[in-house]
T-cell receptor
Framework: KAGVTQTPRYLIKTRGQQVTLSCSPI?????VSWYQQTPGQGLQFLFEYFSETQRNKGNFPGRFSGRQFSNSRSEMNVSTLELGDSALYLC????????????FGPGTRLTVL | AQSVTQLGSHVSVSEGALVLLRCNYSSSVPPYLFWYVQYPNQGLQLLLKYTSAATLVKGINGFEAEFKKSETSFHLTKPSAHMSDAAEYFC????????????FGQGTRLTINP
């Protein structure tokens, strides 16, 4: 099976712009979670999607949003980018919400100038 | 709410020496516990997990961890370090049947000296 795919792998944006990141889960996986990784804050949960519905959301401002499509692919969007949004954004997938193991993608490195 | 504390942001050992990375957790219910490894410019790879079965858990690459409820600990060990073990290691906690929301420790960077 192919692993979790995230596109693009690297992205450079300027303050005020918006960005969309994509995550394609492992075949058969329907649950997708997103995490932000920064040197200062570490790994923090952003949100979780299952069957096109957001099940949980972390403590992030409304500029961070996401969605999931019927094929389980997920996108996250960050509007009005700030310098502090520079981070590695990781998605993790599992076959269902109650399972114990998530599999991570390689991440998208976002740099905001 | 759950939390994880990893003691030591940097650990350095000699090749062939014992690796011990410490993790303590806090959870109001019996948790699931995980160790992930991250190599430079890569995502997270699962090393091992505790899901309420055996308390001594064996993972990939010769790593193992022991769940100690009385100490709320889940330390990661490897008897003999290899140069390829140099990476960042993360301990994480989740609640069985709950959200797919891992709570991570701050990570421990492991350096292996030749």
């Amino acid at each position: 099976k192919a692993g979790v795919t995230q596109t693009p792998r690297y992205l450079i944006k300027t303050r005020g712009q918006q960005v969309t990141l994509s995550c394609s889960p492992i075949s058969g996986h329907r649950s997708v979670s997103w995490y932000q990784q920064t040197p200062g804050q570490g790994l923090q949960f952003l949100f979780e999607y299952f069957s096109e519905t957001q099940r949980n959301k972390g403590n992030f401002p409304g500029r961070f949003s996401g969605r999931q499509f019927s094929n389980s692919r997920s996108e996250m969007n960050v509007s009005t980018l700030e310098l502090g949004d520079s981070a590695l954004y990781l998605c993790a997938t599992s076959d269902r919400p109650s399972t114990d193991t998530q599999y991570f993608g390689p991440g998208t490195r976002l740099t905001v100038l | 709410a759950q939390s994880v504390t990893q003691l030591g942001s940097h650990v350095s050992v000699s090749e062939g020496a014992l690796v011990l990375l410490r993790c303590n957790y806090s959870s109001s219910v019996p948790p699931y516990l995980f160790w992930y490894v991250q190599y430079p410019n890569q995502g997270l790879q699962l090393l091992l997990k505790y899901t309420s079965a055996a308390t001594l858990v064996k993972g990939i690459n010769g790593f193992e961890a022991e769940f100690k409820k009385s100490e709320t600990s889940f330390h990661l060990t490897k008897p003999s370090a290899h140069m390829s073990d140099a990476a960042e290691y993360f301990c994480a906690v989740n609640i069985p049947g709950g959200a797919q929301k891992l709570v991570f420790g701050q990570g421990t960077r492991l350096t292996i000296n030749p």
